[in-house]
C-alpha cells in the first residue's frame, strides 16, 4: 500500500512527510524536513527485532508448562516473536497502525530523539551568536551547513546509534550528547568546541522544548487537519439539510420539531469553538537550568543577561517563553491543552451516541460496501460500528489525557522523575483520539437521510402542535391554555382532525386561528432552516490557523 501525506509545521518547524511502502507489518517513514527539522529517514521501532512473550494457558495449565510452549513456538520460529502489526500491545501499533501513522514522525521516541537533537545543535548555534562566549566563536557557513545537516539528515540509524550509547550511559539526554559528540569531532571547526554541547543544561531544558516541539508539530500538521475536516464534514451535512424536519425528542420522547440540518450544525459550531480553544493554548517553554535560576549560567559568565538569552532561544523555536519554572516547565500548559482536547472529544461522543440513536430510529441508513459483513449470524444488518469505534476511542483517549492533565503538573519540590514515563503516552491519547476522528468521518462518509422514515415520525405526533397553539392562546388571553391542551394531548392519541376541531373551537382572532391551522409538525420548525444554513457564518473555519 502507497500512502502520502505532505506535512506542514507553521512557524520555524515546518516538515513534510512522506510514508512510503508498507509491507511485512514492518514501516519504512521517509521525513524530509526543512527549517529547524529534518531530511530524515524515519522508520518505526517495529523494525527493529524485539523480543516479546507470549503463551496460550489455561487454567490448568502450570507456569512450567507455559513457558515450555513459548519457548518450542520461538525454537520453531525465531521471529515469531519480533514486533509486528500482529505481535505489538498496543492497538495503535498493530491493528490501527495505518490510520494513526503520520503521528509516529512527532510521538514516537525517534520524534522525541530527533527533536532534542534539534534543540541541542540549536543552543551550540546560538552560543556561537553571544559576544560574551569567545570561546565558542561564530561559526562559519560551512560549520553552520555542517550542523543544520545533521538536523537535516538525522536518520532511523542515528536514532538506533543513540539508543546504542544509551545502553552505556543508562541515561537518554546524555545519549544524544555524545552522540553530538561523536558527529561533530572530525569537523575542524566544532570540533573545538565540543564541551559547550550542553552547556549549562539540566536535561530537562532540552526534553521541556522537545515535548513541546512534538506537540506542536504533532498538531499542526496531523491533529488539526483532522479536526478541520470533521467540522467541516458537519457543517455540510447542516446546510445539506437544512430544510428537512425532524421530530425532535428531549427526554426521548416526541417534541418540538427541528431540522436535521440544524441538528447537525449545532455539533459544527460545538467543536469549532473547543478546536479554536485548543489552537490558542500556548505551548511552553523553559531554559533556566537545574532549578530554574540560571545557577550554572552565571557562575561561568557573569556579565550575561541569561534570562533574556533563554527567552530569544525559546522564542526562535517557535514556542512561548515561561521565566518561572523549577527543574521543569511546569507542564500547566499541557494540562490545557489535554483538557482541551478532551472537551472537544466529549462533544464528539455526543455526536457519536445522537447518530447511533438517529441510525436506530430508521432516520439514516447506511450505504453499504460489497463484501462487507454486518453480522456474523444476522446477515440483514449494518451496524453503526464507525460511530462506536469512534466513541470507544475517544473514550480510551480521554482516559489517557484525563491522567496527563491531572498527574504532570503535580512534582514534588523543584522535580520528581514521576512526569518523566508519563510523558512517553503522549501520543497514545492522540493516537486514539485520531483514529476516532478518522472513525465519524467515515461513518459519515456512508450516511443516507431517510427522509420517509423522518416524515412518517412526524406525521404520527400532532402532539407537538400543543406548544404553538397554548402560546396563541396566551397572547389573546383564553384562560387556562396549558390546561386545555394538557387534557387535550397528554396520555391521549392526537390526531390532525382532533387538533384542527380544537382549533376551530378556541376564541380566537380569525387570522391567528387562520395560522395556526396552517401548522402541520413538519412546518413548524422555527428558525431551524436559517440557523442550519448560516452555520459557516459561526463555525468560520480559516485555514492555515495553528497552536500558538
Known amino acids: 500500500m502507497e500512502v502520502g501525506a505532505s506535512i506542514r509545521v507553521s512557524n520555524s518547524i515546518q516538515p513534510s512527510c512522506i510514508i512510503p511502502k508498507i509491507s511485512d507489518c514492518r514501516t519504512s517513514i521517509k521525513l524530509p524536513c526543512s527549517s529547524l527539522t529534518s531530511n530524515a529517514s524515519f522508520m518505526s521501532s517495529r523494525s527493529s527485532p524485539r523480543r516479546a512473550c507470549s503463551c496460550s494457558a489455561s487454567v490448568k495449565d502450570s507456569p512450567k508448562s507455559a513457558v515450555a510452549e513459548m519457548k518450542r513456538i520461538s525454537a520453531e520460529d525465531p521471529t515469531v516473536f519480533e514486533l509486528s502489526s500482529l505481535t505489538a500491545l ?66 532511523t540509524s542515528d536514532a538506533l546509534e543513540v539508543k546504542k550509547i544509551e545502553r552505556v550511559t543508562n541515561h537518554d539526554v546524555k545519549a544524544v550528547e555524545y552522540f553530538l559528540k561523536q558527529k561533530c569531532q572530525s569537523h575542524p571547526e566544532i570540533a573545538k568546541v565540543l564541551e559547550f554541547f550542553h552547556f549549562a543544561c539540566t536535561s530537562e531544558d532540552i526534553n521541556n522544548l522537545a515535548h513541546a516541539l512534538m506537540l506542536k508539530g504533532a498538531l499542526n500538521t496531523v491533529m488539526l487537519p483532522v479536526m478541520d475536516e470533521l467540522i467541516g464534514a458537519l457543517c455540510k451535512m447542516g446546510k445539506d439539510n437544512a430544510h428537512i424536519p425532524m421530530l425532535s425528542r428531549t427526554h426521548g420522547q416526541p417534541a418540538t420539531p427541528t431540522t436535521l440540518g440544524k441538528e447537525m450544525a449545532i455539533f459544527a459550531a460545538r467543536l469549532s469553538r473547543e478546536r479554536h480553544h485548543i489552537s490558542k493554548v500556548a505551548l511552553l517553554g523553559k531554559f533556566a537550568g537545574a532549578v530554574g535560576n540560571y545557577n550554572a549560567h552565571l557562575v561561568a559568565y557573569p556579565d550575561i543577561n541569561w534570562p533574556r538569552v ?11 517563553f515561561n521565566p518561572y519554572v523549577t ?57 453503526p460500528i464507525d460511530f462506536e469505534n469512534s466513541e470507544g476511542n475517544l473514550g480510551k483517549a480521554n482516559g489517557g489525557l484525563s491522567h496527563l492533565s491531572t498527574k ?17 503516552n503522549m501520543g497514545e491519547g492522540l493516537g486514539h483520539s485520531l483514529l476516532a476522528y478518522k472513525s465519524a468521518l467515515q461513518g459519515i462518509a456512508k450516511l443516507q437521510v431517510n427522509e420517509a422514515r423522518l416524515s412518517e415520525d412526524l406525521d404520527q405526533s400532532w402532539e407537538v402542535l400543543a406548544e404553538p397553539i397554548q402560546t396563541v392562546m396566551r397572547r389573546y388571553g383564553v384562560p387556562e391554555p396549558y390546561e386545555k391542551l394538557k387534557e387535550l394531548t397528554r396520555g391521549r392519541a392526537v390526531t390532525e382532525e382532533s387538533i384542527r376541531e380544537f382549533i376551530s373551537g378556541l376564541e380566537l382572532p380569525e387570522d391567528a386561528k387562520a395560522n395556526l391551522m396552517k401548522l402541520t409538525p413538519h412546518t413548524y420548525i422555527g428558525e431551524a432552516v436559517k440557523l442550519a444554513q448560516n452555520v459557516d457564518m459561526f463555525v468560520d473555519l480559516v485555514n492555515g490557523v495553528y497552536v500558538l
Open 90 to 155: 498496543s492497538p495503535l501499533d498493530g491493528r490501527y497502525w495505518g490510520k494513526v501513522k503520520d503521528l509516529a514522525p512527532f510521538m514516537s521516541e525517534y520524534g522525541l530523539i530527533r527533536f532534542r537533537v534539534l534543540v541541542e545543535i540549536k543552543w551550540l548555534i546560538k552560543l556561537s551568536q553571544i559576544p560574551e562566549v569567545t570561546e565558542v566563536p561564530s561559526f562559519s557557513d560551512e560549520a553552520l551547513s555542517y550542523l543544520k545537516g545533521v538536523i537535516d539528515g538525522f536518520s
Open 310 to 320: 533563554a527567552e530569544e532561544f525559546v522564542k526562535s523555536l517557535g514556542l512561548s
Open 327 to 383: 527543574q521543569i516547565e511546569p507542564h500547566d500548559y499541557m494540562a490545557e491543552l489535554f483538557n482541551a482536547i478532551i472537551q472537544f472529544n466529549i462533544i464528539l461522543m455526543d455526536f457519536d451516541r445522537d447518530i447511533w440513536g438517529y441510525v436506530s430510529l430508521g432516520y439514516f441508513k447506511q450505504i453499504t460496501k460489497a463484501g462487507e459483513i454486518g453480522s456474523s449470524t444476522m446477515p440483514h444488518k449494518v451496524n
Open 408 to 424: 504532570l503538573p503535580i512534582s514534588r519540590w523543584q522535580r520528581d522523575l514521576t512526569d518523566s514515563t508519563v510523558l512517553r
